[in-house]
């Protein structure tokens, strides 16, 4: 099976400071990888995703995310922190055969300092 | 774009209680899900549904029942809730594309007492 480490569960940056939030995953091929933001108080809602081709993916909101197969990681990154940005970040991922249900990480909180 | 809409943002019920939380989606999709997400525990899968009248247990199913009788419909069933079910649960959707994104509700916070 599947599993998603998120390995810092708090990130605190200042505002305009660049971020990068880590994701890896234990997985024998290749999975589809999400990432997803939770604000406060709403659901999840989704930044970007990867399923093969090109390894650096756009998202939105200034998102993006870089696949490494040698390293297992889904790193999500942004070059210029918003106040806005703070909220919750969820890794998952979905094995590419079988039942597609996704496994979820436990989630990284990001604080933006103005 | 996809609405997926729980009915209720919070809820309050005593131990003992039978609890419904409803969730229903507006985009056709035949995969619905239900989460419960826990500070520091993430989201965990209580259980799914390929299609109607289907269900599959999750991976904390105990303590729930869950039941799908219309497409867009998809209702968690707390049996006798307990203080531990307290806790934020989500509903979301998705098409049976193996790589397609889940569509999640706002959630409900449940607290039992």
């Known amino acids: 099976a599947q599993s998603v480490t998120q390995p810092d569960i708090h990130i605190t940056v200042s505002e305009g400071a660049s971020l990068e939030l880590r994701c890896n995953y234990s997985y024998g091929a290749t999975p589809y990888l999400f990432w997803y933001v939770q604000s406060p108080g709403q659901g999840l809602q989704l930044l970007l995703k990867?399923?093969?081709?090109?390894?650096l993916v756009q998202g939105i909101k200034g998102f993006e995310a870089e696949f490494k197969r040698s390293q297992s990681s889904f790193n999500l990154r942004k070059p210029s922190v918003h106040w806005s940005d703070a909220a919750e970040y969820f890794c998952a991922v979905v094995a590419s055969g079988g039942s597609y249900i996704p496994t979820f990480g436990r989630g990284t909180s990001l604080i933006v300092h103005p | 774009d996809v609405k997926v809409t729980q009915s209720s943002r919070y809820l309050v019920k005593r131990t003992g209680e039978k609890v419904f939380l409803e969730c229903v989606q507006d985009?056709?999709?035949?995969?619905m899900f239900w989460y419960r997400q826990d500070p520091g525990l993430g989201l965990r899968l209580i259980y799914f549904?390929?299609?109607?009248?289907?269900?599959e247990k999750g991976d904390i199913p105990e303590g729930y029942s869950v039941s799908r009788e219309k497409k867009e419909r998809f209702s968690l069933i707390l049996e006798s809730a307990s203080t531990n079910q307290t806790s934020m649960y989500l509903c979301?959707?998705?098409?049976?594309?193996?790589?397609?994104?889940?569509?999640f509700g706002n959630g409900t916070r449940l607290t039992v007492t």
């Open positions: 990867y399923f093969s081709g090109d390894t």
């Open positions: 549904s390929y299609d109607v009248k289907m269900k």
């Open positions: 985009m056709d999709h035949e995969n």
């Open positions: 979301a959707s998705r098409s049976p594309v193996g790589n397609s994104p889940l569509h």
